[in-house]
């Protein structure tokens, strides 16, 4: 079945730039949307359609999207970035979710 | 503010159902999707199917079939999910979440959650 890979992990010291990866075969095909979630808290929309922010969210977080991999980008990162980030897209119409990245801050 | 509100957590049998709403406010309810999503304890995100409040008309994962139903109140503005013939497994956190009007295939919006525990 098809599925959404991503790195388990991924660490960064404060201020340096993070970048999340999200692998999937229909990715040329389909938008990308990424999601925050922070410890007993529900995911939030950070961008949506590959590279567009929703509003209120900072513009440090920046999505793309090329050929299978879409990537979340954080620049600049703050210690209340650490989360789980979850990439989102479609199989065959119904949503699907990658496995999570746990984002550390060192 | 646009927000969905959530019935309290749940301790169920194994075989029982469990139901659980999902209380809009802040926007049209009939206007949006609402889409069901579930996390077990240090797991990730599954999607479980979607229900438009204006028609009723609901789709659900494969997974799910034959066990999720999904339904509505629009004069409460109130989603509901009930999940049948529960098992341990289905012991998580279960989400509401509302499409995003700029992209319906994302969730904009989230309920706080309701944990379901399934248990002898």
């Known amino acids: 079945s098809y599925e959404l890979t991503q790195p388990p992990s991924v660490s960064v010291s404060p201020g340096q730039t993070a970048r999340i990866t999200c692998s999937g075969d229909a990715l040329p095909r389909q938008f990308a949307y990424w999601y925050q979630q922070k410890p007993g808290q529900a995911p939030v929309l950070v961008t949506y359609?590959?590279?567009e922010r929703p509003s209120g969210i900072p513009e440090r977080f920046s999505g793309s999207s090329s050929g299978t991999i879409a990537t979340l980008t954080i620049s600049g990162v703050q210690a209340e970035d650490e989360a789980d980030y979850y990439c989102?897209?479609?199989?065959?119409?119904?949503?699907?979710f990658g496995g999570g990245t746990k984002l550390t801050v060192l | 503010q646009v927000q969905l509100v959530q019935s309290g957590a749940e301790v169920k049998k194994p075989g029982a159902s469990v139901k659980v709403s999902c209380k809009a406010s802040g926007y049209t309810f009939t206007s949006y999707d609402i889409n069901w999503v579930r996390q077990a304890t240090g797991q990730g995100l599954e999607w479980m199917g979607w229900?438009?409040?204006?028609?009723?008309?609901?789709g659900y994962a494969q997974k799910f079939q034959g066990r999720v139903t999904m339904t509505r109140n629009t004069s409460t503005s109130t989603a509901y999910m009930e999940l049948s013939t529960l098992r341990s497994e289905d012991t998580a956190v279960y989400y509401c979440?509302?499409?995003?009007?700029?992209?319906?295939?994302?969730?904009?919006?989230w309920g706080q959650g309701t944990m379901v525990t399934v248990s002898s």
């Open positions: 229900m438009n409040p204006n028609s009723g008309n609901t």
């Open positions: 989102q897209s479609l199989d065959s119409n119904a949503p699907l």
């Open positions: 979440a509302k499409v995003f009007e700029k992209a319906q295939d994302a969730f904009d919006i």
């Open positions: 359609k590959d590279s």
